[in-house]
């Protein structure tokens, strides 16, 4: 019965002796990965070139491993949710981004555009043809003018040559009505006095 329990025993201090270790090494070295493997190799023994290595610190590595590598692959899960939540936002944006320009788009084409008689122009279009029709009308405007200024002089002149024709008329008219007076009172006097020679003669 001795003989059973002192091994026991003896392996039950050896791993409470091995944890306390463990507890020692890992308050006293590097708590990463790279750290506690250093460790373990640190502590190892070396037997005909194989490396004697404490199960109990293998152990503790190992679900140190596990339980960094589960720790990533959440984290790598929930950064991975993360962008394809972002991605969908940003899909989102550019499509509101799409419609809004595409509205703004629209918009703008709608204020530059100008209905005229059921035809479509854009501003510079509509301003360039209705400042064409002003300065035509504008020229022709100034030519309409100044040949009916030309005309009103010339009808002014010809106004005043009619004047000046119908006073040297209206003269010459008084002369001659005044000389044909002059003449039939002479042809008057001439018979007066054929009819006095006349009644003479007698």
Not at 20 to 41: E, F, H, N, W
Not at 61 to 78: G, K, Y
């Amino acid at each position: 019965m001795k003989k059973i329990i002192f091994p026991v025993i003896s392996a039950l201090i050896l791993s409470i002796s091995a944890q306390g270790q463990i507890t020692q090494d890992s308050a006293r070295v590097d708590p990463s990965l790279k750290g506690q493997y250093q460790l373990i190799l640190s502590k190892s023994k070396t037997l005909d070139g194989y490396k004697l290595v404490n199960p109990n610190r293998m152990s503790s590595f190992w679900q140190n491993v596990r339980d960094t590598l589960s720790t990533e692959r959440r984290q790598l899960s929930s950064a991975t949710q993360k962008i394809a939540e972002q991605e969908k936002s940003i899909a989102d944006l550019k499509t509101q981004i799409s419609g809004k320009e595409s509205s703004l788009a629209s918009t703008n084409a709608k204020v530059n555009e100008i209905s005229f008689l059921g035809i479509s122009f854009t501003k510079g279009t509509y301003n360039t043809i209705v400042w064409s029709l002003i300065i035509g009308l504008a020229a022709a405007l100034t030519v309409v003018i100044l040949r009916s200024a030309k005309h009103i002089h010339e009808a002014k002149y010809r106004s005043t040559l009619y004047e000046e024709i119908s006073q040297e008329y209206q003269s010459y008219k008084t002369k001659a009505n005044d000389k044909e007076k002059k003449l039939a009172r002479e042809l008057q006097d001439e018979r007066n006095k054929l009819e006095e020679l006349k009644s003479r003669g007698r």
